[in-house]
């Protein structure tokens, strides 16, 4: 089992930036694939970023590249979301997830997540 927190949620204006993390344990972090996924009211849960096990390569939705920055310190087990330049479009309930295996984009293929953390982007 892995066992996954999220934190650094919270309300910004537009425009602004917010980092959020995700704090690992139960299993060896590295070992997983760390995705960010958000779900806003009414809406279907949607990909945002991934990061490969050594954080090699990255992969973001269009809605958020370039916008957004994912990375992870294998030492602290923790992943992060570097969000700048939000809009109130981004306002959601962002979560992690973590898949041992394969990197994967939907979130029927993750494995393990986290209760989440609220962005919220007034304009």
């Known amino acids: 089992q892995v066992q996954l927190v999220e934190s650094g949620g919270g309300s910004v204006q537009a425009g602004s930036s917010l980092r959020l993390s995700c704090a690992a344990s139960g299993r060896t972090f590295s070992n997983y694939v760390m995705d960010w996924f958000r779900q806003a009211p009414g809406k279907e849960r949607e990909f945002v970023a991934a990061?490969?096990?050594?954080?090699?390569?990255?992969y973001y939705s269009d809605a958020v590249k370039g916008r957004f920055t994912i990375s992870r310190d294998n030492a602290k087990s923790t992943a992060y979301l570097q969000m700048s330049s939000l809009r109130p479009e981004d306002t959601a309930v962002y979560y992690c997830?973590?898949?041992?295996?394969?990197?994967?984009?939907?979130?029927?293929?993750?494995?393990?997540w986290g209760k989440g953390t609220l962005v919220t982007v007034s304009s």
């Open positions: 997830a973590a898949k041992r295996t394969v990197v994967a984009t939907t979130p029927s293929g993750m494995d393990y």
């Open positions: 990061i490969t096990w050594g954080g090699s390569r990255t």
